[in-house]
């Protein structure tokens, strides 16, 4: 669940990366966030996690008001959240189990929990046989599916995807987003970023374009199409 | 999406993890490691050294202060009643702790007393002796002052006082608290200083891991504790290790000491007398020292 209301962002140097955005996704969603280069998507991504706070204008996340959480409440919001990120960011020097656990260990998890939940991700996401791998024995493709996995591991409400795709050839990026698809299909709420405009238009999904800073166009069943507009 | 297990979200204290990551963190980055451990045990051995030399200092000097004893020796036209009066004014002196009136055949018994099986004093006429005032004092570094006070006091015909050797100990135990005190505020702010950037130096090298903890929703302290126990087991150690090098250090000065025969007048306490006591110190103080210098560096280099 994400409420943003009349949202503006101004960073410390002045930029005014938000202008008024008026944006709500509702639990078992699925939404594509796009827009051109420098519109504000990572920011509104920021502004989710609470890597940033508003200027102005509310902010809520699966029930949490980020306008007055407190400082010791942010890590649990966070845990409502599964975060992908383009660059993956695993943890180089520890296999995929491992990377899986240290994700686990955070939120208090016992081996027993581990033991259980990871072959389960990890099958989920077509890594079962890769579990002793380490992340630069694997392709790209792979190693998304390994973040995902991690997104996934502490059972999130939402996953929340900044260019998964990015760095993926177009078979790898259709085989993730079937993926998130799959995923969101058994009830995570997914907010993805992107810039793909053909896989976009292959999934007939909820589109929200942003346009420097302001909400372009917001569309069910939607297509990528911020250029028609411009 | 719950599949395989129900995640539980209780803040378990995962002290096995935390420990663990610590021990990893150390090797990781061991030269820098060594250099703080080396600086711990520096100053815990600079400061165990002084104090151990003003503690035997004070020791010494506690056994002298049994003998915290002078006299004051009485004027002979002095009546039983002007001495009893002469006794309460010593009595009013400052740092007086008690008087004592020993008449002049009291003064001989005793004084034979010391040399039983000599006849050769036993003829001693009396008026050798005078009657006198035997006083002890409270605090033994004010001796001086107050042998005079007593000396300044009319009907009081003589002194005689032995507190030299006593005020030597008081030189060198004042003279060592003031260097160790003074050292170890020096190095203590070092030790502080190279703690604190190898914990930094710690968090600088996982400044990735440390984003995705975040990311994927990890406390404050759960970030925080593996260098809190990194800086504490720096600490530990070089406590340990300065306590074994202290007590090789003091065994050989002791045994130098006995070797000269001069314990009869040095009488070192034996280190198996304060081993206990010693350990116990280094390890607080190196733990100290860990628990602040990682405290500061966590604050200061690591705002999660
Ligand atoms: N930390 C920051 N400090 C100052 N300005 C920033 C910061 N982060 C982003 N900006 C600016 O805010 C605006 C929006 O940036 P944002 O990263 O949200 O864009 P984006 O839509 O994600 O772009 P891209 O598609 O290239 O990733 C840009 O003008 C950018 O330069
Ligand atoms: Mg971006």
């Known amino acids: ?230 | 999406m719950s599949g395989g297990a129900i995640i539980s979200m209780k803040n378990r204290f995962n002290f096995g993890y935390f420990i663990t990551e610590g021990f990893r963190s150390i090797f990781a980055h061991g030269l820098m490691s060594f250099a703080a451990v080396c600086m711990i045990v520096a100053c815990l051995l600079i400061m165990g050294s002084f104090s151990l030399v003003a503690i035997n200092a004070e020791r010494m000097l506690s056994q002298a202060e049994d003998d915290n004893e002078f006299l004051a020796f009485i004027d002979e036209t002095y009546t039983d009643a002007q001495i009893r009066q002469l006794q309460q004014q010593v009595a009013a002196v400052d740092n007086v702790a008690s008087v004592n009136f020993v008449t002049r055949e009291e003064a001989k018994e005793n004084y034979l007393g010391d040399y039983e099986d000599e006849g050769l004093y036993a003829n001693i006429p009396d008026e050798v002796f005078r009657d006198r005032l035997s006083i002890h004092v409270v605090d033994l570094e004010q001796f001086g002052q107050t042998v005079a006070a007593v000396e300044a006091l009319p009907g009081v015909a003589g002194i005689r006082a032995m507190g030299e050797l006593a005020q030597g100990f008081v030189t060198v135990r004042n003279v060592a608290s003031a260097i160790a005190l003074a050292l170890v505020a020096i190095l203590a702010a070092v030790s502080l200083f190279i703690i604190s950037n190898t914990i930094r130096l710690a968090t600088f090298a996982r400044r990735e891991e440390i984003a995705i903890m975040k990311m994927c929703g990890a406390t404050n302290s759960f970030v925080r504790w593996p260098f809190a126990f990194e800086g504490l087991m720096l600490g530990l150690a070089g406590a340990v290790i300065a306590f074994f090098l202290q007590w090789g250090i003091y065994a050989a000065i002791y045994r130098a000491v006995v070797a000269n025969g001069a314990i009869g007048m040095f009488p070192l306490l034996s280190f198996g007398a304060i081993w206990a006591p010693v350990l116990g110190v280094f390890l607080l103080a190196g733990a100290l020292i860990g628990a602040c210098g990682s405290g500061f560096a966590i604050r200061r280099f690591l705002q999660v």
């Open chain 1, 1 to 230: 669940m994400i409420r943003l209301m009349d949202v503006f962002k101004e960073y410390d140097n002045g930029t005014k990366a938000l202008k008024g955005i008026n944006l709500r996704i509702d639990d078992g969603e699925f939404v594509f966030l796009v827009g051109p280069s420098g519109s504000g998507k990572s920011t509104i991504i920021k502004l989710l996690t609470a890597e940033v706070s508003a200027t102005q204008g509310r902010v809520m996340v699966n029930g949490y008001n980020l306008n007055n959480i407190r400082q010791w409440q942010i890590p649990y919001m966070r845990r409502t959240l599964g975060v992908i990120f383009q660059d993956f960011r695993l943890i180089e020097k520890k296999t995929v189990r491992s990377n899986l656990e240290f994700v686990m260990r955070i939120i208090g998890a016992s081996p027993r929990e581990m033991r259980r939940r990871i072959p389960y991700v990890l099958d989920l996401v077509g890594l079962g046989d890769k579990a002793d791998v380490y992340p630069n024995e694997m392709s790209g493709g792979e190693q998304q599916r390994v973040a995902i996995a991690r997104a996934l591991i502490n059972n999130p409400q939402m996953i929340i995807a900044d260019e998964p795709t990015g760095n993926l050839d177009p078979q790898r990026s259709l085989e993730i987003m079937t993926l998130l698809e799959r995923i969101n299909s058994m009830g995570t709420t997914m907010l993805v970023v992107t810039h793909e405009k053909e896989l976009v238009n292959r999934f007939s999904k909820r589109v929200v374009a942003i346009q420097n800073g302001e909400l372009a166009s917001d569309e069910r069943g939607g297509y990528y199409q911020y250029e028609k507009s411009v």
